[in-house]
């Protein structure tokens, strides 16, 4: 993988997919792939061979907006919510980055003209409280570097961290439910 210095490194990209009212863990997977760009698909199978169910929504980084994932989340009935790239660009330049591209399917036509609308940037804003606030929590519990060697391994490391988060998570919920409840 390429790191931020410009070297390239063995190294793991850990992915979690977190249920936004709750705050849980709901997806987990460990990439040796340099981008995200292709990680969306994947975390949407898993997500519904595991719950049965997939997302009606998806807000994820830049890094994951590629054109293909975002069409094949659209055939899959999930909307996606991700940033368009160099938006304050092309609006300082004079461009409307939220009209239709001449090779945009009707998929990434309707993410562009959607992400151009208020409300889609008000849902965006909410992942930082969800998504990065796990990553954050993960950094802070010292989940950075991992000990074992390997995908599979790394990969066994990242759902013990997804399980021990959820259930932390479960209990301050259910304290919430209790003391609206008492």
């Known amino acids: 993988m390429k790191f931020p210095d410009g070297g390239y490194l063995p190294g793991y990209n850990v992915q979690f997919s977190t249920d936004m009212a709750a705050g849980i863990i709901v997806g987990v997977d460990v990439t040796n792939h340099g981008t995200d760009q292709e990680e969306l698909p994947p975390m949407l ?36 919510y991700a940033p368009l790239k160099d938006e304050a660009k092309q609006l300082a330049a004079g461009k409307d980055p939220y009209a239709p591209k001449k090779r945009d399917s009707a998929a990434t036509a309707a993410w562009r003209e959607r992400m151009g609308t208020a409300a889609a940037k008000l849902i965006y804003r909410l992942r930082c409280q969800t998504a990065e606030w796990v990553n954050a929590i993960c950094r802070n519990r010292r989940l950075v570097q991992m000990p074992v060697r390997g995908r599979p391994k790394r990969r066994t490391v990242a759902v013990l961290y997804a399980i021990a988060h959820d259930i932390l998570r479960r209990v301050v919920l259910r304290a919430r439910v209790a003391e609206m409840s008492g």
């Open 45 to 80: 199978d898993q997500i519904e061979e595991r719950y049965d169910h997939q997302p009606d929504e998806a807000l994820v980084d830049g890094g994951f907006a590629s054109l293909e994932a975002i069409e094949k989340a659209a055939e899959r009935g999930c909307t996606v």
